[in-house]
């Protein structure tokens, strides 16, 4: 079991300076390391194929070298295949680059899913008769609800009956049926019981796969595992056992493959395995003041920056790079993290439910830079433009050269669109 330490004081990320980043770019600034990304897609390399889940980071940059290192993407709407277009797949459909996969199509998705004859991997009945109606004879995956599910958060859980997501376990026969009536073929299927799970929870999807495969037969070419590969966001949590996890779903593979005569593909879908620790947010301390007890930190990145600990009490490492010199040599202080938002849940250090926690780090002062870590997955995309706060700007680490990839959002950006009538 592989345990991660997480520092308080850093000065740099992937070889460059944290100040020197910020001086240059400004802050708030998302920074990606994408050897980072590279290592943990070569950790995967014993599945056929990963399919990278794009919501997790799908800045155009990012995708195309994830493209150019053999990647295929998951799409969830008109727009992430518009981005996965703009960067590059979908040129050949027969290899499945692009796999549209939601529960419903809108009217922009269908139009873009038949235009392109893109994959889709349907999660709900109604999904493969609309298919049907527009491209009979098409050949798609169903997305099953194996019935249980697991996730970091309740609101990341993605199985079981309060979830919305997939085509419930015993309604595979009825389905069927459907895809029958347009001559629609199912050649693969696909489980997600949610994201940051772990493997106990995740072992119990191979099970669940082999008898839903075994009730649509031999068309199936291809199986996909989903995403949901946790990763560690504190000193004591681990990794999941990757050659472990393999081997489980491998086996379901052979005994499908047995059964039916010819190799399945063995696919797996990870968002925040492949970007969360590349991604790192930058954000400059503004004001170091008391309340009562405790000292807040505030700075200027909020969750409209990094939604994730307001939203799920989600725990991100959190260091400071000194401003003027490393601040590992400072007493290191219990303080409250928040941003500049005008509501009082803007704060970092938070658990679920809102209780603000402390963080041990070494003193900040005005002017030093605070790095919130593992903030590549589900950081970015998840911004807004909440207190008319622009977005930041994205940069990629790439052969030691920092290379600005989203610029900062103008405020001729925010207000685009927006009209005042006569
Ligand atoms: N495949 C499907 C169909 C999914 O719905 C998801 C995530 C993934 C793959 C990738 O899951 P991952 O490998 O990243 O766990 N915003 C939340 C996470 C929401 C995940 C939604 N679906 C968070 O910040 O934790």
Request: aromatic share 4%.
């Given at each position: 079991m592989?345990?991660?330490?997480?520092?308080?004081?850093?000065?740099?990320?992937?070889?460059?300076g944290v100040s020197e980043l910020a001086a240059r770019f400004g802050t708030p600034l998302y920074v990606y390391d994408i050897e980072?990304?590279?290592?943990?897609?070569s950790e995967l390399s014993s599945f056929d194929v990963i399919r990278y889940a794009q919501k997790a980071c799908s800045n155009l940059a990012i995708l195309d070298r994830l493209r150019r290192r053999g990647v295929v993407v998951d799409a969830v709407s008109a727009g992430e295949i518009r981005r996965a277009l703009a960067a590059g797949f979908g040129a050949d459909?027969?290899?499945?680059?692009?796999?549209?996969?939601a529960d419903i199509f809108d009217v922009e998705s269908l139009e873009l899913v038949c235009k392109h004859a893109l994959q889709v991997n349907c999660g709900s009945p109604d999904m493969i008769t609309q298919l049907g109606e527009v491209r009979p004879g098409?050949?798609?995956?169903?997305?099953?609800?194996?019935?249980?599910?697991?996730?970091?958060?309740?609101?990341?859980?993605?199985?079981?009956?309060?979830?919305?997501?997939g085509i419930w376990h015993s309604q595979i026969d009825e389905c069927l049926r459907r895809a029958d009536q347009t001559g629609i073929t199912v050649t693969g299927l696909h489980m997600h019981i949610g994201s940051g799970t772990d493997l106990e929870h995740l072992s119990e999807v191979c099970e669940a796969m082999e008898r839903a495969a075994l009730e649509v037969g031999r068309t199936l070419k291809t199986i996909s595992a989903g995403g949901g590969?946790?990763?560690?966001?504190k000193s004591d949590e681990s990794y999941v056992d990757l050659e472990r996890y393999f081997e489980l779903w491998d086996a379901s593979r052979n005994r499908l493959s047995e059964r039916f005569g010819h190799r399945l593909n063995l696919e797996i879908e990870p968002g925040r395995f492949l970007a969360a620790e590349s991604g790192h947010l930058i954000a400059e301390v503004r004001s170091v003041k008391r309340m009562g007890d405790n000292l807040f930190v505030l700075v200027d990145a909020g969750f409209n920056d990094l939604a994730r600990p307001v939203m799920y009490g989600a725990y991100h490492p959190?260091?400071?790079a000194g401003?003027?010199?490393?601040?590992?040599?400072?007493?290191?202080?219990?303080?409250?993290?928040?941003?500049?938002?005008?509501?009082?849940?803007d704060i970092f250090t938070q658990r679920e439910g809102g209780y603000v926690d402390t963080r041990h780090l070494p003193a900040p002062r005005v002017g030093d830079f605070l790095v919130l870590e593992n903030a590549g997955a589900y950081g970015f995309v998840m911004s807004s433009n909440y207190n008319s706060?622009?977005?930041?700007?994205?940069?990629?680490?790439?052969?030691?050269?920092?290379?600005?990839?989203?610029e900062r959002e103008t405020f001729d950006d925010l207000v685009r669109g927006e009209h005042i009538p006569d």
């Open positions: 592989t345990t991660t330490t997480f520092c308080t004081s850093r000065d740099q990320i992937a070889g460059l980072t990304m590279y290592q943990r897609v459909p027969s290899r499945h680059e692009i796999v549209y996969t098409a050949d798609v995956t169903l997305r099953i609800n194996p019935g249980f599910g697991h996730g970091h958060s309740q609101k990341t859980n993605t199985g079981g009956e309060q979830s919305k997501h590969l946790p990763v560690p966001y959190i260091s400071v401003c003027g010199g490393s601040a590992a040599d400072r007493e290191s202080v219990d303080v409250v993290v928040g941003g500049p938002l005008c509501e009082s849940g706060k622009q977005r930041a700007a994205e940069v990629m680490i790439e052969d030691g050269e920092a290379k600005l990839i989203r």
